[in-house]
């Protein structure tokens, strides 16, 4: 028991951090964009972007997954996660600066990851219906978008200069390393039931069967979340022309 309450504050301190750094990169990107390891979040529409995207990880990770798992319901469970999806295909699209900021090679990385992870979740969903699977992919999978966060970019500070990637040729890789580490790990200690507070639902428990009200209503707010994030990226991409000196007749204003 022991054991699991030390997994749990190692675990629950990642997350943590993940969570720690989302909110500081909103803080300066609205602030001080300045500091941003990322500069393309130092354009307004850009971190717009970002702060619904971290907003929507939140509420799956911490409120739509676990109440969809304990309630047994895949209308809300697989609702939450088409949310995380469509918000997150526009950062990985415009805004990943994985190889320019943590190395080539763990730019990589999160490709290849990325791929793994949407395929799993379309295997998952194809597959019977299994509660196990899908607290995996809550605890493992959303979860990792925090974890791996706080230690990739602690380690970055090891050659984050020229002169210091001169000096340690070797850091990015034990960076990445590292994160493959929680990946596993973390893998591991969900797989056997570690973490204290990611629980399976009890087998008595029915599936919920929602009303058609509901079925409308997680339609309607991810096709609202699909429409903002449509327009948005048009503003982006406007916003990109502006600052090169090009305007065009027609903005996303005008939408």
């Not at 990946?183 to 200690?189: D, E, P, R, T, V």
């Not at 503003?235 to 090169?244: E, G, P, T």
Request: aromatic letters at 18%; a positive charge; hydrophobic letters at 50%.
């Amino acid at each position: 028991m022991i054991g699991k309450y030390v997994i749990t504050i190692v675990y629950s301190a990642l997350l943590a951090g993940g969570v720690f750094v989302g909110v500081r990169q909103i803080y300066q990107g609205f602030f001080r964009p300045n500091e941003l390891l990322n500069p393309l979040f130092g354009n307004k529409v850009a971190i717009r972007m970002f702060t619904v995207h971290i907003f929507v990880v939140s509420c799956d990770l911490f409120v739509i997954g676990p109440l969809a798992i304990a309630h047994k319901s895949p209308l809300y469970y697989w609702g939450g996660r088409s949310l995380l999806v469509i918000s997150s295909l526009p950062i990985a699209a415009f805004l990943n600066r994985n190889p320019q900021s943590f190395g080539k090679f763990i730019g990589n990385w999160v490709m290849v990851r990325n791929f793994f992870e949407y395929g799993i979740h379309i295997v998952f969903i194809a597959l019977p219906l299994s509660w196990f699977r899908y607290y995996l992919l809550l605890w493992w999978i959303v979860a990792y978008r925090y974890m791996d966060v706080g230690p990739r970019r602690l380690l970055q500070r090891l050659y984050n200069t020229p002169e210091k990637q001169a000096a340690r040729p070797w850091a990015q890789y034990l960076n990445w390393v590292t994160i493959v580490a929680i990946y596993i790990g973390s893998f591991f200690a969900v797989y056997y039931k570690q973490i204290l507070f990611a629980r399976l639902p009890n087998p008595a428990t029915p599936n919920y069967v929602p009303a058609h009200w509901e079925y409308g209503v997680v339609i309607g707010v991810n096709f609202a979340l699909a429409l903002f994030e449509w327009i948005t990226i048009r503003q982006y991409s406007d916003s990109l022309l502006a600052a090169a000196g090009v305007h065009e007749k027609v903005t996303a204003a005008h939408y």
